[in-house]
């Protein structure tokens, strides 16, 4: 029993992809490129150096009280409990929706550390 246990990770293991930038790109692409620019917008802040940077930092953007009220940096944990629930993560915040997919959130924060 273990032998096939074991044999069935390996396999699931050698089947399982990478996380990759590029994938992340095409679903920031999809998802994210109309709030989130180069530049803050009214309908976002900027996400280049989010990944170093500390949670409701920029300037030039009007956070919600919910994030505004979130202490810490955003961690590739913070960003991946952000992604999956916004509303959970940041109660009264102002971003719609939630990505339940892991798999696609690991590829946009990955894509997200590659913006600097």
Do not use: E
């Not at 994938?23 to 009214?42: E, M, P, V, W």
Request: with cysteine; proline share 6%; charged share 15%.
């Amino acid at each position: 029993m273990f032998r096939r246990l074991a044999i069935g990770l390996a396999i699931l293991f050698a089947l399982a992809k990478p996380v990759a930038a590029a994938d992340g790109q095409k679903i920031f692409q999809l998802q994210c490129r109309t709030c989130h620019l180069a530049k803050s917008s009214l309908s976002g802040p900027s996400l280049i150096g989010a990944s170093k940077r500390s949670i409701a930092a920029l300037p030039d953007y009007v956070y919600s009280r919910a994030l505004k009220g979130k202490s810490g940096n955003w961690t590739d944990a913070n960003l991946d409990a952000y992604l999956a629930s916004p509303k959970t993560f940041a109660p009264g915040g102002r971003m719609p929706g939630a990505w339940p997919v892991a798999a696609d959130r690991a590829a946009v924060i990955a894509y997200m550390k590659t913006l600097n």
